[in-house]
């Protein structure tokens, strides 16, 4: 994925400003005595973690090698484990450097019958270049927290809810060919591939979800969710609204402060499927920059804390029992 640095000349000042107020009178969801009583089993941090691992130990999931069509048959049979429909959309996409590929969106329905749907997404691929790297920038690497943490995460949530039984209807994608983009941004709309097929031509006609929430990077060590600015620009209400349900939960890492546009799956579900998406990605303010290992050989299994997998995991199954309790 891609910051967009138009934003920096104007973002300096504002994130100076926010964190030198209080946050604003946000206003925090309802909780409901159906809510409060409802018992989440836990989310299991060791489960999500071993999720993250059995991608990595498949290898990078670069797009056209043996380990990528690997991965995808093991997420497709993961999710049908939870008696989930799932299905592979295929399509044929041409890289920024006129690779072709066939491109494959694993996409798993829960209560296909419910109209009121919640849409969950991640992307499922490696970055074929550690191109932030100064040595070997031209190899792969792990992308234990990019791409693997939200998958993991997600699997974790479709096991859960097998058990939660929520009455509300909840899809899950992995994207594809997410991070074969142009770093340099010579190329227009070189990212999130996969998300730009799946946002063209949907899985299923009439798809109309109440919103959505992509996941990246949400597996590193101390990490920072800033309210993410693309988010910001098309769906605040949603951002705001998990945001608040998150630091209700405790989860300070969630911070109110806005961080750059980025450039990731979301993008394209707002601006070309029309559906109000959210990207919930760990963005390092004082950096100003994601985390360490973004686009870098370290990127491995030490660059993941199962308790931040566990977070994330967390705030999503309260949004879904949230939901289906107002429903
Ligand atoms: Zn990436």
């Not at 998300?195 to 919103?211: D, R, S």
Request: glycine residues 8%; proline residues 5%.
């Amino acid at each position: 994925m891609l910051e967009d640095l138009k934003w920096f000349s104007v973002l300096i000042p504002f994130v100076w400003l926010s964190c030198n107020n209080k946050p604003t009178d946000e206003r925090i969801p309802e909780v409901t005595e159906a809510f409060k009583q409802l018992d989440l089993p836990q989310v299991n941090a060791d489960s999500a973690f071993e999720f993250v691992r059995k991608q990595v130990d498949f290898g990078p999931r670069v797009p056209g090698t043996a380990a990528h069509a690997a991965c995808a048959s093991w997420i497709e049979g993961k999710m049908q484990s939870y008696q989930l429909e799932t299905m592979i959309q295929h399509g044929m996409v041409t890289t920024y450097d006129g690779k072709q590929f066939d491109l494959k969106n694993i996409i798993s329905t829960y209560r296909p019958e419910l109209k009121r749907r919640i849409l969950l997404c991640a992307h499922w691929d490696t970055r074929p270049f550690a191109d932030r790297d100064d040595d070997n920038s031209d190899k792969t690497f792990d992308g234990a927290n990019d791409g693997a943490s939200g998958v993991a995460v997600l699997i974790e949530v479709a096991r859960l809810i097998g058990q939660t039984k929520p009455e509300i209807g909840v899809d899950f994608i992995f994207f594809d060919l997410e991070d074969y983009g142009d770093a340099q941004g010579q190329t227009e709309n070189s990212w999130c591939l996969g998300a730009q097929y799946w946002a063209k031509n949907k899985h299923v006609a009439g798809y109309n979800p109440i919103y959505g929430i992509l996941l990246d990077m949400v597996g590193g060590h101390n990490p920072v969710f800033p309210k993410e600015g693309t988010s910001m620009k098309y769906a605040s209400g949603i951002v705001n609204k998990v945001w608040s349900l998150a630091r209700n939960l405790g989860y300070t890492m969630f911070i109110n402060n806005i961080s750059p546009e980025t450039t990731d799956d979301h993008l394209y579900i707002n601006t070309i499927a029309g559906i109000p998406c959210i990207d919930i990605v760990h963005y390092n303010l004082t950096k100003m920059d994601y985390m360490d290992c973004h686009h870098r050989h370290c990127d491995d299994l030490t660059n993941i804390d199962p308790l931040t997998l566990k977070i994330a995991g967390h705030v999503l199954m309260e949004v879904i029992h949230q939901e289906a309790v107002k429903g």
